[in-house]
């Protein structure tokens, strides 16, 4: 069975610092991993993937997340935090050979950028 | 570059009404998927579909039910509803596997 945690409901950072939103997963088999982001009644915005290759994943809006193998981590990073970037933060895994079922999301973090 | 799209963007029922809730997923995916959120929750995995045919199922409760259209379009139909099945319920689309593409979902009340 696949998991995610998301071990943070709340991360608040000051606007210009860098932000971490941490996420570990679980899973048989090789990963794909994902972070989605959700402003109030929205849907889920791709943000980023780690599908195979460079640890260190590049996404939208300047996120970047590092698999860690080891760790079984996957956290979400930005090096400078804009107040635009509070929303609720979801992580996601899938296992690389199960095909296309379903993404086993994380309970969410909600991050605050205070100004 | 075209979205996933869902109608409609709300929907108000009473209890014991049926709603039927619709999703247009992205040209050319294959896979599309079932989501349920409710206030404050990460989404919950209802039912997929892979090339029209039901792949994967979930959360779903026996009062819902679900099918993929020749045209690729996917409808969700909810029979009996309670108070509880108040939520976001969202579909997306993937090709490939890969990551899913979410559509701005349908918030549905039952009063």
């Known amino acids: 069975a696949q998991s995610v945690a998301q071990p943070e409901d709340q991360v608040n950072v000051a606007e210009g610092n860098p932000l971490t939103v941490k996420c570990t997963y679980s899973?048989?088999?090789?990963?794909?991993l994902f972070w989605y982001v959700q402003y109030p009644n929205r849907g889920l915005q791709f943000l980023l993937k780690y599908i195979t290759g460079d640890n260190l994943v590049k996404g939208s809006y300047g996120f970047e997340a590092e698999f860690n193998k080891s760790q079984t981590s996957f956290h979400l990073k930005k090096p400078s935090a804009l107040v635009s970037d509070s929303a609720l933060y979801f992580c996601?895994?899938?296992?690389?050979?199960?095909?296309?079922?379903?993404?086993?999301f994380g309970k969410g973090t909600r991050l605050s950028v205070i100004a | 570059a075209a979205g996933v799209i869902q109608s409609p963007r709300h929907l108000i029922k009473e209890k014991r009404e049926t709603a039927t809730l619709k999703c247009y997923p992205i040209p050319r995916h294959d896979t599309v998927y079932w989501y349920q959120q409710g206030p404050g929750q990460d989404p919950q995995f209802l039912i997929s579909f892979y090339e029209k045919m039901q792949s994967d199922k979930g959360s779903i409760p026996d009062r819902f039910s679900a099918q993929q259209f020749s045209d690729y379009h996917s409808e969700l139909n909810m029979s009996s509803l309670e108070l509880g099945d108040s939520a976001l319920y969202f579909c997306?689309?993937?090709?490939?596997?890969?990551?899913?593409?979410f559509g701005q979902g349908t918030r549905l009340t039952v009063v």
């Open positions: 997306a689309s993937s090709s490939d596997g890969s990551e899913a593409f």
């Open positions: 996601a895994v899938r296992a690389r050979d199960s095909g296309n079922t379903p993404l086993v």
């Open positions: 899973v048989s088999g090789n990963p794909y």
